[in-house]
């Protein structure tokens, strides 16, 4: 029988370690949504959407009060917009109505965010894809729910680079059409290399098409916990830290396998997986950041903190994977610079770069994740570091992903606040030198060599 | 599915217990196990209570427990017992 001091634990880990369930993602496929004309495929879209969701977020809030633990978000992904639209849509205004009618039935279901107004371009584009591309600054600037993904490159296919220098471009677009609200539009586009189909974090989220038509996708969370566990093993050896990092990721783990069991029975959806993601948020004690620093670190970004992070990575892997039956999504410790309050913090004490996390990016969860930069960055200079990011994840075999937000008007030395979960973050100096003539060269950069690897 | 744990965190005072108990009695519902220590210099209340016969939906009780304890100056919860047992037993 569970006594005292184990139901102490849990609620401390929850009420003072910030232990939450982040997202309840349902995936819901919109294939036979399918249709040539674009009222008849707005309205299935909006119906299929409302009729499946109808219940997830009264759901999510049962399961919060049943077991006393927060569920932050709710949320929807959806088969990429660029594939449902694809015979309806002829220009790019015409896939803006697509993303008004998600929008619609967010606002409608009251749902955090829906994502999958994306494309799939990792070798080719079609004329479809890029339309929906050249679509998504004035989507995300008429809408407020909706999120965006772009997958430009993969471990099997290579890196579309034609692809890449249009999503530079379409970063600064987006960045311009929201330049009243610091360019928050940019926040809610990543670009990715070897984009996973189940994941439940935003704003990457979308439904794969190897997915079953409606699916439940948990998002753990607890880089508070880490934190806090971790203090109790100050000074002792790196078996003894990895054991505890571990035991505490098998935990939060199982509470996520808990409330996506919970959720497949009540919503009668299946069970997708658990991404076993530490994902960090704006206030104190909620940082990843501050796990690294607490293994030894005076700041992140300092000598050692790719080797912490790796570490921690790797062991939230071997601990979650244990806890739960199915793991997926991106499943690591994310490193986003706005949402963690330790990262904010070592920005400007000047300990933490750009080029320090794109080392970082090569063993975490994803990648450049909201990164502030000056809104003056050319769109050949956003492309180069895309192009960067998606080789890492290439020829790593690895989902990398890149989120900058340059912001109009604003330089190194001034900063951002976007509030809520979304954070503030100081402008980072990139590197100024030209890269042009390299994303302009056009085409593709093949899929590398799975031999021979060192 | 029907266990319930309650907690009860804070300054320990007279009549918690009797007023907890009385609650879950007009509400039918069974104590199975009561256990209680101070840590970290809080007094600490756990009981294992069964809701199978209960007259008060789980948010009620939810609720109702919180306003009781608001009165007492103290925390209580409720929570469904598998967020303890899948996190603490194999």
Redo the contacts between chains.
Sequence with gaps: ???????????KMIEQEKLDVRTITMGISLLDCIDSDLETLNNKIYEKITRLARNLVPVGN?IA?????PIVNKRISVTPIALVGASACKSPDDFVEIAKTLDKAATELGVNFLGGYSALVSKGMTPAEKNLILSIPKALSCTERVCSSVNIGSTKTGINMDAVKLMGETIKKTAEATKDIDSFGCAKLVVFCNAPDDNPFMAGAFHGVTEADAIINVGVSGPGVVKHALESVRGENFEVLCETVKKTAF?IT??G??VAQRASEKLNVPFGIVDLSLAPTPSVGDSVAEILEEMGLESTGAPGTTAALALLNDQVKKGGVMASSFVGGLSGAFIPVSEDKGMIDAVNRGSLTIEKLEAMTCVCSVGLDMIAIPGKTPASSIAGIIADEAALGMVNQKTTAVRLIPVVGKDVGDSIDFGGLWGSAPIQQINTFDCSAFVNRGGRIPAPIHSFRN | MSKT?I?V?GKDTVGIIAKVCTYLAENNINIE?I???I?QGYF?M?M?VDTSSSKAQ??EM?TELEKIGEGLGVKI?????????????I
């Design positions: 029988m569970i006594n005292i001091f184990e139901v102490h634990e849990t609620n049962e009060l049943e077991y006393g633990i935990k199982r509470v396998q808990l | 744990i907690t965190v196990d256990s209680q220590t840590i600490n756990m294992i789980f948010s939810v919860k409720c929570q469904h017992e598998e967020i303890f047992t899948k996190m603490h037993r």
